[in-house]
């Protein structure tokens, strides 16, 4: 067995592991296996893209029969329930695994405890809670898509000092240096999906691939929040719903047939003569199993997250430039009258990329 005081190390790498299938394992969780025996790894694994084999079969596949005896450290609990696959807790105990390391219990109704009593019925040693702030962390979609059902929302503000995404006659590209682009990118290719509003589609024709060296196969689903399917069929997106997916959330009275000649997936919500309903759109991703969501404006839709509580992650990036008040501000309106009622974040990290700075904060 290992010793306690390795348990932080080895998870620590099985973390980071698990890491790599953010964004592509929805809507199962990213998780991060490291099989270990006298201080050597024999196996490591992290759940492939769209979820199937999980990290603790990739993981016991290169261990082979070392595995006997040696220690399993897991990000999150072991399934207990048989999907696809026979559950991930009986190929432990068949392979002779001696004890199970675990970041955090599976929130997940199906499983909730039920790997981990399956593993100390069969006489395995198990502890639990290790680094379980991060585990939690890293899988804050999954548990929020089980648990809320809906995904956890990444918004990303990228503005001037003075909090301007464009100036009086639109102009915004580029606001922000090339390291915050190539950031933004890479943010896109660790969620399952990338969203704006339908003003952005209009304005900014963005395309919402990945383009980032090492990284160009990744293909996060296009979202649009576009009530009455206003973007055009021309536009970057309506072009491309061959090769990456495209979905377009829209209300009940939107002309949905040019977008029907496309490949993109209409999803219809619930709106009313302010747009569309959120708690509704939201709801309909997560039953598709979008997790994780990085949502990339405009300034309506930012609001509106914001004001309506769903922001899990912001993302703050302040280039060295000052536009003013005539400039197109990065928030729409937030109904605030007095501060006790401004929606508040605690900063969590910063840092320098370029000459911009990056801050990550979360709900207070």
Not at 250 to 261: I, L, P, V
Request: aromatic share 4%.
């Amino acid at each position: 067995m290992e010793p306690h005081s390795a348990d932080e190390r080895w998870m620590r790498l099985a973390l980071s592991i698990g890491a790599r299938g953010l964004g592509t394992t929805w809507p199962n969780p990213a998780v991060g296996c490291v099989i270990v025996k006298n201080g050597r790894v024999l196996g490591r694994g992290w759940t492939q893209t769209g979820g199937r084999p999980h990290a603790e079969r990739m993981a016991l596949e290169q261990a082979g029969a070392a595995a006997k005896g040696a220690t399993a450290y897991i990000t999150l609990e072991p399934c207990a329930h048989t999907g696809k696959t026979s559950p991930c807790a009986d190929a432990l105990i068949d392979a002779g695994i001696g004890c199970v390391v675990a970041a955090t219990k599976d929130l997940d109704p199906r499983v909730a405890g039920k790997g981990f009593k399956k593993l100390q019925a069969a006489g395995i040693l198990l502890r639990s809670g290790v680094l379980e702030a991060e585990a939690q962390q890293s899988n804050i979609g999954f548990f929020s898509r089980v648990t809320k059902n809906r995904p956890a929302i990444t918004l990303k503000l990228a503005n001037s000092l003075d909090a301007k995404i464009a100036t009086k006659t639109g102009e915004s590209q580029w606001i922000t240096g090339a390291a915050s682009r190539a950031y933004v990118h890479y943010l896109r290719a660790t969620h399952d999906a990338v969203m704006v509003g339908s003003g952005t589609s209009l304005v900014d024709d963005p395309s919402l691939t990945v383009r980032l060296s090492g990284l160009e196969d990744r293909r996060p689903v296009r979202i649009i929040l576009d009530s009455n399917l206003s973007t055009p069929l021309n536009s970057h997106l309506g072009q491309s719903t061959q090769d990456i997916p495209v979905w377009l959330c829209h209300g009940s009275n939107a002309d949905r047939k040019n977008w029907r000649q496309t490949d993109a997936e209409l999803i219809e919500c619930a709106s009313d003569s302010n747009g569309l309903h959120l708690a509704d759109v939201l709801t309909k991703l997560a039953a598709k199993g979008i997790t994780r969501v990085f949502c990339e404006g405009g300034g309506k839709l930012a609001a509106s997250l914001i004001r309506e509580g769903y922001v899990d992650r912001l993302i703050t990036i302040t280039a060295g430039i000052a536009i003013g008040s005539d400039g197109t501000p990065n928030l729409g309106k937030l109904g605030v009258d007095t501060l006790t009622q401004a929606p508040r974040f605690e900063l969590v990290s910063h840092q320098r990329l370029g000459d911009d700075l990056m801050s990550e904060w979360q709900p207070f």
